[in-house]
């Protein structure tokens, strides 16, 4: 077998090798991790399985191996300034795993690394060295390691380095498991491999002693008193990052001239009409930075996670705007950075199929991102220019963090940009206050989205624990069932029994219930047995596995062991049934009329409810509302069967099943066939034929974030009721208009333009009132002349502004030469109209006339210096602004 040289061979291959070791190959999970709120994305291989290390979680192996999609942008790994700086800093990156839950321990972890490496790999033993934990503050040496690391390989001690815990020690915190680290370093970019160069940080090129391979050994568990007690179940988590396994293979360097991110480098030269690797260092700089934060968005937005002010959306984001930045510093004056995440999808979209998938999506949503951030850019170094409070510490010159943050959530500026700004104009930031801010408002965000307490969330992991198995879920075939109260959680903590008024939630080892998931709402319905009755309001699924009813015991008392009949509210899951599946047939039909672009953001279904978010730019327009539901209700009124199909996740894809963003999909898959075309991936429950739906009407269609619209639907008696509402509205309005329901229309236009009539008589009336006409006394008469200027004000009888300028011209042309000021009131509100005759202007300016009287009624304004207007508030003063005039002309 031939050398694995390319990214693609060298994933494929430590796959394989583990496999053939009786690991079971685990797909990547996502990089937003599920259920896990300590970490914005996963960044490391082990992310997947912290609850199978913990004792938490039981999987159907022992033994994995994983090529997992990682991100490293926050906390203690935050490697964002070095990105396209250093030869192996990225936001985004791949890290090949295998990992020992209670099986093998320390002599096989060591054996298959060696073994991969120098066979399989076929990497020169001598370019090799090892670290080992060498003891520190009381914690013994790795004595075990180094000794295994002796045989496999026959290194003396000169290759096989102590250090200390800073390097070579794990732990999960100050107390609990914890243990040693061995790592395998690789002598990179030609340098000679002598181990007593070992310790000398590489350069910025890359050459030097690197770090490619970390083996964990979760060994102990450490008490409050330091002491360390071995693991009942002894682990191994290992780490190797692909990009640095691919330059060790390809014989380079950099991480950034693999085959993994050369391309991509290149490439961004090519748009901005460069040479990668040419004599500018900053410029490539900036190609490298806009290789990395292409995979990082394309491999965001191809999970669903999309630009944002809040957690995960904010980090994107933050990225996608530094990429563009440096685009612009590139020369790169027009929306491309698109073009970037296309060549992502080309080169990963057969390993990660979902950016394959979701190409529209991401180039329509990096577009978006790219068009926005452009146009708030001159603002917000508009912003930074005209900001006044700066700060002087010593000779620095300091942008308060408040003000930094408020650039970040308002204007969307990440404070690494604002801080590329202040190098470039000569200011720091007050990053201590910027860290307040930003938590003062993330705890509001929290505070606004509510969260689950802790200590529940703890005792639903305890039981998940307490069974023996996975919660069985029958209720795709039944809404009644037998089994045993299996627990009982009150307040937080596992009871024995449960009295009548208590608040709990139930487990069974079997339910037809289903458990709030995939945007459908958890059942609700009766568990009884003889000796009590609980309504259950609510089905969850807290943790895999385990499904909790939340329940009310409405008569005597439950016990532990209590044989039980599980009756779900018919009604209520048949309206949720239609809801669902109608979902299904409007997401085909939305995709349809606006594109592949309309793929869903995220959907809740209910007995009365069905709520649909989408990718879109723009409002549906009445045609379109028109044609959507045609589609739908065509493929309901051809009462279709649907058919689900149960496979494996890999057949789905090939089957060309869609898969949403918000599920976290296992090896197993339910695959939903419904209408004529319709084929998603789906969980949730079903109507039995598309006839079930009955009618489906959309209700409306709302904007909820940028890019993202929200249409709400109704099906069967709930569409039927919507219908019943409007037709009740259309009789009231035709009642109300003394027509029936078929004239309504032309009776309303009709009245329009009557009212329209009226209201420009009324209008015509009051100007010839205001002028003096209609038996008025003529207003020219209280004009004064002021030298050879004559001055009137007036207070005309009506307060239209539009008005008032007409009568104020009127007046004025028929005064010759003239100043006029005429004043209103509408309601609250006093409107000036002031004009000066053009042969006047170099004399006499309207808009400072009017902006002297109308500061006397408490308000502003302005204008050309032949006419102007303003307002104010202060009604009682417009008698004296008026009479002001006269001593200003004067």
Known sequence: MSTPRTADELRRAFLSF????????????????????????????MVQFKDVFSGKEKRPYTRATTAQKCIRMSGKHNDLENVGRTARHHTFFEMLGNFSFGDYFKRDAIAFAWEFLTKVCQIPSERLVITVFGGEDGLPADDEAREI????????????????????????GDTGPCGPCTEIHYAMGGIEPDPKTFGEEPGADGKGWVEIWNNVFMQFDRSADGKLTPLPMQSVDTGMGLERLCAVMQGVSSNYDTDLLRPLAEFAGEIAGK???????????????????SRLTAICLSEGETPSNEGRGSALRSVMRRAIRHAKKLGIDDVQFHRMCERVIDMLGNTYPSLREQREFIVAQTKSEEVLFREKLPLGQKLISEFKGWRTEGSSRV??????????????????????????????????????????????????????????????????????????????????????????????????????????????????FYGESGGQVGDRGVISSSDFTATIVDTQKPVDGLVVHVAKIKSGTAHKGANVKLVVDHDSRSATRRNHSATHLLHWALRKVLGPTATQRGSKVGPDTMRFDYATERALTAAEIVEIEDLVNKDILANLPIRTDVTSQEDARKAGAMMIFEENYGDVV?????????????????????????LFKLVSDEPVARGVRRVVGATGLNALAYVREQEGRVRDAAAAMKAGPSELVERVKRSIDEQKELSKQVRALEKKLAEGGSGASDPTS??????????????????????????????????????????????????????????????????????????????GGGGRADMAQAGGTDVTKIDEALAKLYTLVQ
């Open 782 to 859: 209280e004009a004064r002349a002021v030298g050879d200027v004559m001055v009137l004000a007036y207070k005309a009888p009506v307060g239209d502004a539009a008005t008032l300028r007409e009568v104020a011209e009127k007046l004025r042309d028929k005064l010759g030469n003239a100043v006029v000021a005429v004043a209103g009131v509408d309601g609250a509100k006093v409107s000036i109209v002031c004009t000066v005759s053009k042969a006047l202007t170099t004399k006499h300016n309207a808009g400072k006339l009017v902006k002297e009287l109308s500061a006397v009624v408490g308000g």
């Open 670 to 694: 339910r695959m939903l066939h419904i209408g004529s075309e319709s084929v998603e991936l789906c969980g949730g429950t079903h109507a039995n034929r598309t006839g079930d739906i009955g």
């Open 18 to 45: 583990f496999e053939s070791k009786g690991h079971t190959v685990v797909a990547s999970s996502g990089v937003a991790p599920k259920g896990d709120a300590t970490l914005l994305f996963a960044n490391s291989g």
């Open 149 to 172: 690391w002796k045989q496999v390989t026959g290194f003396g001690d000169d290759r096989i380095i102590g250090m200390g815990k800073k390097d070579n020690f794990w732990s999960m």
């Open 399 to 512: 942008m308060p963090g408040d003000f930094a943050f408020d650039l970040y959530s308002t204007y969307g500026f990440p404070l690494d940009l604002t801080e590329v700004i202040g190098q470039e104009q000569g200011f720091v930031v007050d990053h201590a206050e910027f860290d307040r801010a930003r938590d003062a408002f993330a705890e509001l965000s929290k505070n606004k989205r509510g969260t689950i307490a802790s200590g529940t969330a703890e005792v639903f992991k305890q039981a998940r624990l307490g069974l023996e198995k996975p919660v069985v879920f029958t209720g795709y075939d039944r809404e009644e069932d037998a089994s045993t109260v299996a627990l009982i959680i009150k307040d937080g903590a596992l009871v024995p029994s449960a009295s009548e008024g208590d608040a709990v939630y139930i487990v069974t080892p079997v339910t037809p």
């Open 275 to 293: 040479k990668y690797g040419a004599t500018d260092s900053e410029a490539d700089v900036s190609m490298r930075v806009l290789a990395d934060h």
